[in-house]
């Protein structure tokens, strides 16, 4: 029972960081052209001998398969525009009132 739930999730990882892949290279044309399941399992088992943890594995396992450092991305703003043009255009959006 906790192999084959191991082996689940280890498929789940495996086919969600080759899709990521696939993705970025629809969409942007960045990653790993030619890319496999196989080759992405290979990249799981590699994570599995860095982390402890079923999200590391799966964090280091398509930060392989996308051929990027994905902890560059941690620090990176997140909120929205850092010009004032930005934040303008953004501010001068109307919203809904809350009615209480």
């Known amino acids: 029972p906790e192999e084959e739930r191991a082996a689940?999730?280890?498929?789940?990882?495996?086919?969600a960081a080759w899709?990521?892949?696939?993705q970025n290279l629809e969409e942007c044309g960045v990653g790993r052209v030619?890319?496999?399941?196989?080759?992405?399992?290979?990249?799981w088992e590699q994570?599995?001998?860095d982390c402890s943890t079923l999200e590391e594995r799966y964090e280091k396992c398509k930060a392989l398969t996308l051929g990027v450092d994905l902890s560059a991305f941690d620090d990176a703003p997140v909120d929205?525009?850092?010009?004032?043009?930005?934040?303008q255009a953004l501010d001068s959006v109307k919203r809904p009132r809350l009615s209480t």
């Open 19 to 22: 899709a990521a892949n696939r």
């Open 34 to 43: 030619s890319c496999t399941l196989e080759d992405v399992g290979g990249f």
């Open 8 to 15: 689940t999730l280890r498929d789940i990882g495996v086919h």
């Open 47 to 49: 994570a599995c001998l």
């Open 80 to 87: 929205g525009p850092e010009d004032a043009e930005g934040r």
